[in-house]
């Protein structure tokens, strides 16, 4: 009992979703610190669109990788890169201490390096034997980590760890509401980090899974990739508005809710296109009804 | 080119593999010995331990995939890495809040947690399975239970790999999760300790102030470790198995030894957040 995974070919080469995910993604992230210069938050949704950069070319590796036939299911391969992502991730909020700019890259380096020697285990000790295991697993790691670094930046207005740490939560103190620092207000402490990694890691291994088949085709999945990711944007917007001002926050949720609207009227003219037929569904008219 | 049942997994291991990853496990051992205090090597060696313990534990579970929905092989039907990361965090969230009533308390916790919540899977599954689809349980790998003596070939259908969730598959499902939770327990518990011990230089901050941030960063690291461990697991399954009785069952070593280096890697990665 065989499922088979066809994907189609030819198209835009991988490597050129390497290179725009990839550099895209950071200078997106780069400009999410412009928060820190400027002193305003609004700059927070930049976030929200590195994490959209980031999918839209891991949609393409797991498409690749799963292409070879895994064995386990296309979705195994999302909650690794974000199993691997997040622990590069984390450490790489810590590289304040060098400098807050050095944060984006450092992300990319940990996560290559955690994810070539997850990719090297999971090849030669594991014995998979896919060409492009050790390439494919060190790429969904770096997607991995700069979703959610992208995210959060988006739901906290920054990336860097000391931010991270810091909240205020309001505390009555005999009658009046003061404003008090928390560990346990801030974006780590309250563990928003959990709702990112799930929101991001649907978005990741959704797309080739709802598309594989013998009728995939490129662009309709890499739109419902884009798709994903505006619509785990919107979440994070709605969280975003404990972190930062209500102005930035409405800005980075009308920016989610307007990507996923364009994006999923896209996806459903594509998917149009790609049917064999299409009949407009009607609910059942009540007897005796409108 | 299939998705489940095929390719990959062949017996044994590249010696040069298994000495590039047994170096660099042994080399995160000596950096955090070098860089972090003495008692992250311990939390090491734990993370590790917890690591070895869900790669081991993964290959009791009953993985049915696909074809198991349609009632053409026997297990429970969804991929390893999903089954695993429920079963596994669900073991975690008990082990977690048992976590204050001290360690062996918090570990027992961890396994309860996991083995009960494989336990009430598998029950469902065969109420399903029986009641709702109308097959009886039949394994396709052996001929009879090792531990009920029940036989099968009678039972199972024409042209199905077996069907259902035999007492066997059930026994090796409880104690899957059981392994996956204590696994996932111990790596939450040894980070937290970790944390608890160095965050409150780093923030400048109380002992007991920082211990959401602690809380916090040790359950996303051991989350993030059990999916890593979880999904090499099902990669060295390849699809489908029936539980400790099938042959791919002893394939078991690789999965160990892939986890336990994967887990000294990113373990050494969580503990260099504070060391830094």
Known sequence: ?290 | MSALGGGGGGEGMDPVGLGIGLVVALLSVVIVYILAPTTAVFALIGVIIGGALIGFGIHFVPVGGAPAAMGQSPGIATGVAMLATGAGLAGLFGGAWAAELGFGVALAGGAIGGGLMMAITCLMVNVVYVYGMGIPAASGKVDKDPITGDTFPAYKSQGTEGHGLPFISYVGGVIGGMFGGLGGTLIYLELLEVYKETLPQILSAGAEDVIPIAVGLAGIFAVGMFLVNAVLSAYNITGTIEGPHDPKFRRFPRAVIACAIASAVCGMVAIMLVAM
């Open chain 1, 1 to 290: 009992m065989t499922v088979e995974i066809s994907a189609s070919e030819g198209g835009i080469p991988h490597n050129n979703f390497l290179g725009i995910g990839l550099v895209g993604s950071v200078v997106c992230l780069y400009l999410a610190y412009l928060n820190v210069f400027t002193g305003m938050d609004v700059f927070s949704v930049f976030g929200g669109i590195a994490a959209v950069f980031a999918l839209w070319w891991g949609t393409d590796t797991i498409k690749n990788l799963c292409s070879y036939g895994l064995g386990t299911g296309v979705p195994s391969a999302g909650m690794l890169a974000f199993g691997s992502g997040v622990i590069a991730m984390l450490l790489a909020t810590r590289l304040e201490i060098i400098s807050p700019l050095v944060i984006p890259v450092g992300a990319v380096v940990i996560a290559a390096i955690l994810g070539a020697i997850i990719g090297i285990v999971a090849d030669k000790i594991v014995n998979m034997h896919i060409p492009v295991m050790v390439k494919a697993l060190t790429e969904m790691a770096i997607v991995g980590a700069l979703t959610l670094l992208g995210l959060t930046a988006m739901a906290s207005g920054s990336f860097v760890f000391s931010e991270l740490v810091a909240g205020t939560a309001l505390i009555n103190v005999g009658g009046t509401m003061i404003e008090l620092p928390s560990f346990a207000a801030s974006a780590l402490g309250g563990c928003v980090l959990a709702t990112l990694f799930m929101l991001g890691a649907i978005a990741l291994q959704h797309p080739f899974n709802a598309c594989l088949g013998p009728n995939e085709s490129q662009d309709r999945t890499q739109m419902l990739a884009l798709e994903c990711g505006f619509l785990s944007m919107i979440p994070v917007a709605v969280i975003s508005f404990v972190f930062i001002s209500s102005g930035a926050a409405l800005i980075g949720f009308l920016v989610s809710v307007i990507g996923w609207a364009y994006t999923y009227m896209e996806f459903i003219k594509l998917s149009k296109r790609d049917a064999y037929m299409w009949l407009d569904g009607k609910p059942i008219l009540e007897k005796g009804g409108e």
